[in-house]
């Protein structure tokens, strides 16, 4: 945990030195704040002796008012100030670690592999990125306010009471480890329960957003009064806990009174007896004893003062509680190595296109018994069509991942171009690998931003020739603003079969020795499909391109189909070959050809 | 259909307060009386306190001019008021320890009894919300981003809870306070009240100014956070395509521009609300030293006090001391509570902001219902006679009351008649035009045609999810108007495009369908849907737990699942609107036989991707822009050679 917490204060960088100072100008308020209350004992004490108006500047038992008036006007300025600073540079040094932890936690995520990537979900990812950094910063910005002050007021004004009260500081001796005792009991008490309540809140939340988005089931099933029945019940049960909660809570507030005010007693009433014992009365003021009464009223404002850090020091506790849970989550991303990293002295260059296989053996993870794909072994000729089919889950995405290193084989070795995919640079390996997903992603922007991905640089006309060989150039030239046409989040204003032809366009645009293409013609109609491949084939005869597919109309023609079948290869041979030799390619063609076939 | 955006953050419709505060004393008036009163004891007890501390310390200087003890005997001690009052330090004290005893008690009753009302409104609220949720139109869904109405539960009721429990009853206080301390201060001297009110006016224009400032900064934090986060999401999301096409560096240079946007409103927002607080209470220590100084001027230079009891307090030199402290203190105090308050602005502007989002869906108009026929189970006789029955059989009839009191009963069959029917989703788009369909009972009606053509429009025009514009759907003869919208639902099983599934577990899940199933029969549903194999094979079997709307399952298991769900329905009529989309061909055939035996004998709707899925219908309905553009069987269609010919031979793309 503790690494954790160096890893994300790592993140300070160049606002180091704001946080560095705003403890001081912090420690400059508390000091004035605690200081003032005994000037002004002193000042008020001095006003009342006031004889006349040349006694505003003459006094025989200290500074003159007007001096004191100056003292504690210049002492409220330097408050002023040191607030103002203080404040401004809590800010910038909190909203700036803020800022770079995302920074970097954005950076972190885009190292990750994709072996990375699938140990946390998406969801888990994006608060660890929005409501976790903002908890650190909030507790962050607290620490470098409070967390010197509050400790350094408490001090500060026990000190004073000392200086001023004499033995009435014991007072305070007393009673705050009473109090500070009664406070942590009451924050344990309550954040137990409050721990255990927000889990039941985030849970009740999630129903109701199960609610939402599956309110077409709840009303076709007429399940309307259900879901209330539910949904109240949770609520009721929540209601009671933060109740429960809240009953512990409330209970702070009479510590605080009960404290505050028992020593206004006492130091009234001791007060009282050591006036009356130790100093006379010089016909208007009593003086010339261990207290006066502007000391003792100053006292009232210190212990005041003393009980209000402790319970600011109970709040910062609960705060940094609190935000711990956050900085856990943050620390787990920040702290996670990337599992696939640049070698050393990298091939910086693919030559050609072809793969090899050799006797791969692959699990998701180290730990899981079952390998996900197992003797994996076949060999790609540069410029060859590959095609790739079997069912769900048999391991197909899984054997073109390892083209590109998006996961590390466990056992065997995959060349590309006659090299260990792990020689090259990651970067020249996958702009020469290009992959074209099975969920596909555009990005909001316009099409042109999102071809772009593909090549930086990439010309007009470039762009236009790869929608026309991905069959997209329709989709553009249908836009009345073409390339620049806009896409929204998630290209959620583009159809299914339309995202997928610019996302092969997309890829085209990379100019890769091998085109690998998971499945990402399953909205296309069978003759766009097939004009596609075309365009594939004619237009770029020297890149490798692998298929998987769904349908069997989209790979026939291949050179060689690899048929999966339970993480293996069941069979490797052309179409014509398959269908005579192989149970599974002649059962998916009998079922498709139903389909597709009989005229 | 674009997203309606919901109210901007940061305003509030006007009334909000009013309507919030009248709900809250309808239900808690007790609870709330008695917190005012304790409240008011409180902020009494507090002001009370400080005179009576202040009359300690002139009972002492009483007692140091007349030399006597001040613990013993009474002796004559005039206050700040004027008034003079036999007493000593020790009953000082006493009533000093009383008016603390009853302070103390007088703010944990308000300050508990207000988290209790708190926490019990919210959950009415909360329950209120949800309920009226439940019963608004599909339409609501539609038009509101659904982000946006899940940030009501959280953000918005969190802002609501801030503003009960912490801002008004600072807002009372805030006001108690500065009645008594003004009439206090009235009562001792105009002129350093005078001195107060100048401070006071000068504090409200800082939290005007500044608070305003800083609320405009928060709205810009607040939009550029939604930008951040969307790109966070959006990348998070395209994560995979950003490594594959090496993106890594291009990206998060984008991020961080936007992020330094962010940055630096954020940071003017905060710097604002830092500064407040020093800013507030400095001024609150000038006051304090003016004051003391127009004091002193007064009671010096010997100028004529004013003050509302007429008793000049200042230019007495007995009690000239007290009265300062006294002052001294009522002005911090002062300060103090106004510096408290000024906290909690920005809250209550959040507050009312996020109550008048939630009263917005509460006064939006529920789902309207005027059908008077029901759905009953029905039992039949050997003779053919039926008769109603509480239990469920697989038999159903339609119930309704004629004017004259006697019930008629009618068989349902399952005859689905759209008559010329026209439908918009905004009143003026005819989505679907001139639609007419006779589906005869146990007939199977195919739905064909783009995204967009307007299929799943039309089988949620037959269970009412919205309403038609023109024309007439009639469900056995009886307009579906008049059918009670629950009982028409319970009728038609559906299996939806989106297989959306509940925290629960797996049987949970099925028995959705049908909340008095048996397991058996669940399981019996599970294994004519295909799906009890991977159940089986599942950690906990039945028992499973599915999160978060099912996540640890695979697309097509989900949909083998709801596939079962609706099989436990045992609904007369189906629906199934894409229903095995995500499963690959191979299981298809398997899930196939189980969907042939749930259509057995039931008016079956179906809309499909696949071609195959829907061959064997009794009738093919070809959609396009909401017009039915071909319509027969598979043979009579294909031997037109239109668009289901060239759909059938790949010609055509569905997209």
Request: neutral net charge; glycine residues 8%; hydrophobic residues 45%.
């Amino acid at each position: 945990m503790i690494e954790k917490i160096k890893l994300i204060l790592k993140s300070v960088r160049e606002y180091k030195k704001y946080a560095i100072i705003t403890p001081i100008f912090m420690v400059g308020e508390a000091a004035m704040e605690c200081a003032m209350p005994f000037i002004m004992g002193m000042f008020v004490d001095e006003i009342k002796i006031l004889s006349g108006p040349e006694s505003f500047f003459h006094t025989e038992t200290g500074i003159p008012v007007f001096y004191l008036a100056l003292i504690l006007l210049g002492m409220a300025i330097i408050s002023l100030l040191c607030g103002i600073w203080g404040g401004k540079f809590a800010s910038i040094a909190s909203v700036g670690l803020a800022s770079n932890l995302r920074s970097d936690l954005y950076k972190k995520l885009a190292s990750f592999s994709f072996e990375n990537i699938d140990k946390f979900s998406a969801s888990s990812l994006v608060t660890r990125m929005t409501t976790d950094i903002n908890n650190v910063q909030n507790a962050f910005q607290m620490m470098i306010r409070i967390v010197i002050r509050a400790p350094l007021m408490l001090i500060f004004s026990a000190v004073m009471t000392f200086v001023g009260g004499g033995l009435m500081g014991f007072i305070f001796v007393a009673l705050v480890p009473i109090v500070a005792f009664g406070l942590f009991l009451i924050i344990r008490h309550a954040m137990k329960v409050f721990t255990r309540v927000f889990k039941k809140y985030d849970a009740l939340n999630e129903s109701v957003q199960e609610n939402v988005t599956g309110i077409r089931v709840v009303k076709a099933y007429v399940r309307e009064d259900f879901e209330k029945d539910k949904f109240s019940s949770a609520s009721d049960n929540i209601s009671k806990e933060f109740i429960l909660g809240e009953k512990i809570v409330a209970l702070n507030n009479p510590l605080m009174n009960t404290a505050i005010h028992l020593s206004n007693i006492l130091i009234i009433g001791l007060g009282t007896w050591i006036i009356a014992s130790t100093a006379h009365f010089d016909g208007k003021d009593w003086v010339g004893g261990q207290l006066s009464l502007g000391q003792m009223s100053a006292l009232i404002t210190y212990g005041i003062q003393i009980l209000m850090s402790l319970m600011m020091i109970s709040m910062i506790m609960v705060m940094l509680a609190l935000s711990i849970e956050s900085m856990k989550r943050i620390g787990e991303v920040l702290q996670e190595e990337p599992t696939i990293k640049n070698p050393e002295n990298p091939i910086m260059e693919v030559k050609s296109g072809s793969v090899d296989f050799n006797h791969v053996n692959f699990k998701y993870k180290s730990e899981a018994e079952k390998y996900a794909l197992s003797d994996i072994d076949f060999h790609i000729k540069s410029g060859q069509f590959i095609g790739v089919l079997g069912s769900t889950g048999s391991g197909k995405t899984s054997v073109v991942n390892l083209i590109s290193r998006l996961y590390d084989v466990t056992e065997g070795e995959v060349l590309v171009d006659g090299h260990n995919v792990k020689e090259y640079d990651l970067k020249t390996l996958r702009d020469n690998v290009s992959v074209v997903l099975q969920k596909n992603v555009l990005f909001s922007g316009t099409i042109e931003s999102n071809l772009k991905w593909g090549n930086e640089h990439a010309t007009e006309e470039e762009m236009m020739k790869a929608c026309k060989i991905a069959q997209a150039l329709e989709i553009v030239k249908a836009k009345e603003e073409g390339l620049k046409s806009k896409v929204e989040q998630g290209g959620s204003n583009l159809s299914g079969g339309q995202k997928q032809r610019l996302c092969i366009a997309r890829a085209i645009l990379k100019n890769p020795k091998i085109m690998i293409l998971d499945d990402s013609t399953s909205a296309v109609d069978t003759k766009t499909d097939r004009l596609i491949r075309k365009g594939l084939k004619e237009d770029l005869p020297e890149m490798t391109k692998i298929v998987i597919a769904q349908r069997i109309s989209s790979i026939e023609d291949a050179d060689q189909i690899i048929v999966m079948d339970n993480g293996m290869i069941n069979a490797i041979g052309t179409h014509e070959e398959l269908l005579k030799s192989n149970e599974i390619y002649r059962e998916v063609y009998q079922t498709q050809n139903r389909v597709g076939g009989d005229k | 259909m674009p997203p309606v955006r919901m109210r901007e953050r940061g305003r509030a419709k006007k009334g909000t307060m009013k309507r919030i505060l009248k709900q809250l004393f309808k239900l808690y008036p007790w609870q709330l009386i008695l917190s005012l009163i304790c409240l008011i004891f409180n902020v009494f007890g507090n002001i009370s306190s400080s005179v009576f501390v202040s009359l300690a310390t002139a009972a002492l200087t009483e007692a140091g001019s007349k030399n006597v003890n001040p613990f013993i005997g009474t002796y004559p001690v005039t206050s700040t008021f004027g008034f003079t009052l036999y007493t000593n330090v020790t009953y000082l004290i006493i009533i000093l320890g009383c008016i603390y005893i009853v302070g103390i008690f007088a703010s944990w009753t308000w300050n508990r009894t207000m988290a209790i009302v708190t926490h019990k409104f919210l959950n009415e609220f909360r329950k209120k919300m949800f309920a009226h949720m439940e019963e608004l139109p599909i339409k609501y869904f539609d038009t509101h981003a659904h982000g946006a109405i899940m940030s009501l539960y959280t953000n918005d009721i969190d802002t609501i809870r801030q503003f009960i429990s912490q801002s008004l009853p600072n807002l009372i206080q805030t006001g108690l306070v500065s009645i008594f301390v003004f009439t206090i201060m009235m009562i001792t001297s105009v002129w350093m009240t005078l001195v107060v009110v100048v401070g006071f006016i000068i504090m409200l224009a800082v939290v005007k100014g500044l608070g305003g400032k800083s609320s405009k900064f928060f709205i810009k934090q607040q939009i550029a956070l939604g930008q951040v986060e969307g790109n966070i999401e959006e990348s998070i999301k395209g994560l995979k395509v950003i490594k594959v096409f090496t993106h890594e560096e291009k990206s998060a240079e984008e991020f961080d521009k936007i992020n330094d946007e962010l940055k630096s409103y954020a940071t003017t927002a905060n710097i604002h609300g830092n500064i407040m607080m020093p800013v507030m209470g400095n001024i609150g220590n000038f006051l304090y030293i003016l004051c003391a100084l127009m004091g002193a001027f007064i009671y010096v230079f010997k100028w004529k006090n004013l003050s509302a009891s007429g008793y000049d307090v200042i230019s007495n030199p007995g009690q000239f001391a007290g009265m300062i402290a006294l002052f001294l203190m009522m002005s911090r105090m002062f300060a103090n509570n106004v510096n408290q308050f000024s906290q909690q602005v920005i809250f209550i502007v959040m507050g009312m902001a996020g109550a008048s989002r939630c009263l917005d869906l509460i006064d939006e108009q529920k789902e309207t219902d005027d059908g008077y026929v029901y759905l009953c189970n029905v039992k039949y006789h050997k003779d053919g006679t039926f008769e109603e029955t509480s239990e469920h059989t697989h038999d159903y009839a339609w119930k309704y009351r004629h004017k004259d009191g006697t019930l008629e009963y009618r068989p349902l069959q399952g005859d689905i008649v759209l008559d010329q029917v026209d439908f918009s989703y905004d009143g003026n788009k005819l989505v679907l035009e001139d639609v007419s369909i006779y589906a005869h009972p146990g007939q199977k009606i195919a739905f064909v045609g783009a995204t967009g053509a307007g299929k799943t429009t039309i089988t949620n025009l037959i269970n009412r999810f919205y309403d038609i514009a023109d024309g007439k759907i009639r469900y056995d003869g009886i307009n579906i108007n008049k059918i009670k919208k629950a009982d028409l639902r319970k009728s038609l099983g559906m299996v939806l495009q989106d297989t959306n599934l509940f925290t629960g577990t797996v049987m949970e899940n099925i028995r959705y369908g049908r909340l008095e199933a048996t397991d058996e029969e669940c399981i019996k549903a599970a294994k004519i849907a295909n799906a009890h194999d991977f159940i089986i094979r599942l950690p906990e079997g039945y028992n499973t737990m599915l999160n978060g709307d099912g996540s640890n399952l695979s697309q097509g298991q989900r949909q083998l699942l709801s596939i079962a769900r609706a099989a436990v329905a045992d609904a007369p009529v189906m629906i199934l609107d894409e229903a095995t989309s995500s499963i690959d061909t191979r299981t298809e055939r398997l899930v196939q036989k189980g969907t042939d035996q749930l259509m057995e004998g039931r008016t079956v709707f179906v809309i499909a991707h696949r071609l195959s899925t829907v061959q064997n219908s009794d009738a093919i309905m070809v959609l396009d822009h909401g017009h039915i553009i071909e319509r027969g069987t598979h043979d009579d269609l294909i031997a037109q050679k239109g668009v289901y010919y060239n759909l059938y031979t790949g010609a055509f793309e569905l997209e």
